[in-house]
């Protein structure tokens, strides 16, 4: 009895340290929240065209976040000395939220470019009153279309584009490349700032656009990028981008409109909530207190049957 109780007091520890040692992983797992930096810049532009589009240098190296640090710009005015007094739940929403929706981008018989997602836009803005700040949801609808002519498999540099209109909106993502990994290097918003998405706004049907540029949704090519769970994205104090259900696929070289096979899950998808580790030790803890006081009893109760038969033999 003693030997079998030692025997499972050592497995049951072992299996509490390496459960401990999980705990940490997962702890180390979760990704970090980028920072950003922004300036004014005066662009009004409301067009998009891949010719015209600057080419900008990115550092390559790959970390272990989810999305790198990023620099951004936009042509908004600060907010930051206005009061902000109001509540998103007052904005009325002009478009729907979107749903899982495959974009495609094609050059002849190669389909190069797929996307799935899902995103909101939470935008700041200032109201008639030149002292207040709004905030108006734009989302990325279901039903947004992919504008042909701004679109390329064969963009500057080596580059990939796909835009995509919404309303009087447009969303880009240009895609870029290094030897074993592609990633999309910039994104970019032009919106209109109409009555609708952006109530009483001081600024009525002014289009404005933001932009951020690093190296976001990275994956081995020849592989789709995958993560279902949510995380943002600030494009800058004024804007902030809220994505989920993201799937895409670049620098393709066949003529099939599906995700291949093969698929990166991000790491938030992958990690596991710490109440698992944490309920495992708890429920190890319990069963090494059961063990050494079986084993308690187990030896009183021999050591009062040793003592009980010494007694009986005992002569009178």
Not at 14 to 19: C, L, N, R
Not at 170 to 177: A, P
Not at 254 to 266: A, G, I, Q, R, Y
């Amino acid at each position: 009895m003693k030997g079998l109780g030692i025997f499972v007091f050592f497995v049951l520890v072992v299996a509490s340290s390496k459960a401990q040692d999980n705990a940490t992983d997962f702890t180390n797992a979760i990704p970090e929240v980028i920072s950003t930096l922004a300036v004014d810049v005066n662009q009004t532009d409301f067009e998009f065209n891949s010719s015209s589009l600057s080419t900008t240098t990115e550092n390559n190296t790959e970390t272990s976040t989810l999305f790198p640090t990023t620099t951004s710009s936009e042509n908004n005015t600060d907010l930051s000395t206005f009061s902000s007094t109001e509540s998103t739940s007052e904005i009325p929403i002009s478009s729907t939220p979107s749903s899982e929706n495959d974009w495609i981008v094609e050059d002849g018989n190669v389909t190069c470019i797929i996307l799935t997602m899902e995103a909101t836009f939470n935008i700041k803005y200032i109201k008639s009153d030149n002292k207040t700040i709004g905030t108006g949801k734009l989302f990325l609808p279901k039903n947004a279309s992919v504008d042909a002519k701004s679109s390329t498999c064969s963009g500057e540099n080596g580059t990939q584009i796909i835009v995509l209109i919404f309303s009087n909106n447009y969303f880009m993502m240009t895609f870029s490349k290094d030897d074993k990994k592609g990633f999309v290097k910039e994104m970019k918003l032009n919106y209109t700032l109409d009555n609708s998405t952006f109530p009483d706004v001081s600024e009525l049907n002014v289009p404005k656009n933001v932009s951020i540029s690093g190296e976001f949704f990275k994956v081995d090519l020849g592989k789709n990028y995958l993560c279902k769970n949510s995380d943002e994205i600030e494009f800058s104090p004024n804007v902030m981008m809220t994505v989920s259900n993201v799937q895409l696929e670049s620098f393709r070289t066949d003529n099939n409109t599906v995700f291949t096979s093969d698929s990166w899950e991000c790491d938030a998808d992958s990690q596991v909530s710490d109440i698992v580790p944490i309920a495992v030790g708890c429920a190890l803890a319990g069963m090494v207190v059961i063990v050494l006081i079986a084993y308690l009893v187990g030896r009183h109760r021999i050591v009062r049957r040793d003592t009980s038969q010494c007694n009986t033999l005992r002569p009178p």
